[in-house]
């Protein structure tokens, strides 16, 4: 495959990374990743938006404007040969090179990366696991996609160990923030509820959407702190991210939730 790096394309085998990148060495740094379908992104704007918040939270510039990020977007998607499919494209900015130790240095040259990869059209409904692992709603980090995963990778990997394919992670309230790599919403009692951001829940681009969507069909919405009392309550539940848009849940901590009548409704308005 071929990637766009710092203004290039190469082959992405081919990319060298710093041995001193704070990216590589402390996580230093965050990415998007957005659909790209037929060769346009999905809520490019949204993502864009969201891509400044993130470099503000971690006071990193970005060396490229949106234009010069679309154009590479579209060399990318050419080189390879994704124009006409749906493709994942992530787009990483690390601080770049520094000195040993945690404080960066006063001057620093930011480096980014675009990548793709085709992405399937279907996705089967997933099966949750409450797990241990406790999402931290005071640290800043949980706003952006920091290349630090660590606690994503930990819960995902609990929650597949207990047989299910995605986590379903509480914040240290006991509130339920999201999953490993995407927003929770419930439906219950003609009603639509999902965490507060300040809960530790990531603002995703596909859940704005859904709430705009939903509001549209005359769903009231809720963004709300909720226990696990509502996996016991609720008549659906799904999931979102920019790959797979909606996904049903159909278990969670092997509770079944048959209905997916709002899910799919939702599902086909977007």
């Given at each position: 495959m071929i990637a766009w790096?710092?203004?290039?394309?190469?082959?992405?085998?081919?990319?060298?990374?710093k041995a001193t990148d704070r990216g590589f060495t402390l996580g230093d740094g965050f990415f998007e990743t957005m659909l790209a379908q037929h060769g346009q992104v999905t809520h490019f704007d949204a993502h864009m938006t969201r891509l400044h918040e993130s470099a503000h939270i971690m006071d990193i510039p970005l060396p490229y404007n949106t234009d010069e990020i679309r154009k590479a977007i579209d060399d990318v998607?050419?080189?390879?040969?994704l124009k006409d499919k749906r493709a994942a494209l992530r787009l990483t900015i690390s601080r770049g090179s520094g000195p040993r130790g945690l404080l960066p240095p006063l001057e620093i040259t930011p480096q980014v990366?675009?990548?793709?990869?085709?992405?399937?059209?279907h996705f089967p409904s997933a099966k949750l696991a409450l797990v241990t692992i406790r999402r931290n709603e005071f640290n800043p980090t949980s706003r952006i996609k920091s290349l630090n995963y660590l606690d994503n990778i930990f819960a995902l990997r609990e929650a597949v160990a207990k047989g299910a394919d995605e986590a379903l992670l509480l914040n240290t309230q006991g509130h339920i923030a999201e999953g490993s790599v995407s927003n929770i919403f419930f439906i219950k009692n003609n009603a639509l509820y999902?965490?507060?951001?300040?809960?530790?829940?990531?603002?995703?681009?596909?859940?704005?959407?859904?709430?705009?969507?939903?509001?549209?069909?005359?769903?009231?919405?809720?963004e709300t702190s909720m226990g696990v009392g509502i996996i016991q309550t609720c008549n659906e539940a799904?999931?979102?991210?920019?790959?797979?848009?909606?996904?049903?849940?159909?278990?969670?901590?092997?509770?079944?939730?048959?209905?997916?009548?709002?899910?799919?409704?939702?599902?086909?308005?977007?």
């Open positions: 790096f710092n203004g290039d394309l190469l082959p992405l085998d081919g990319v060298a990374i998607l050419t080189a390879c040969q990366l675009l990548s793709a990869s085709d992405v399937p059209d999902t965490p507060r951001i300040d809960d530790g829940c990531l603002p995703g681009v596909m859940r704005a959407h859904v709430l705009q969507t939903a509001r549209k069909l005359g769903l009231n919405t809720h799904f999931l979102t991210n920019s790959l797979v848009g909606i996904r049903p849940v159909h278990q969670i901590d092997g509770l079944q939730i048959p209905n997916q009548v709002w899910t799919e409704k939702l599902r086909a308005n977007l």
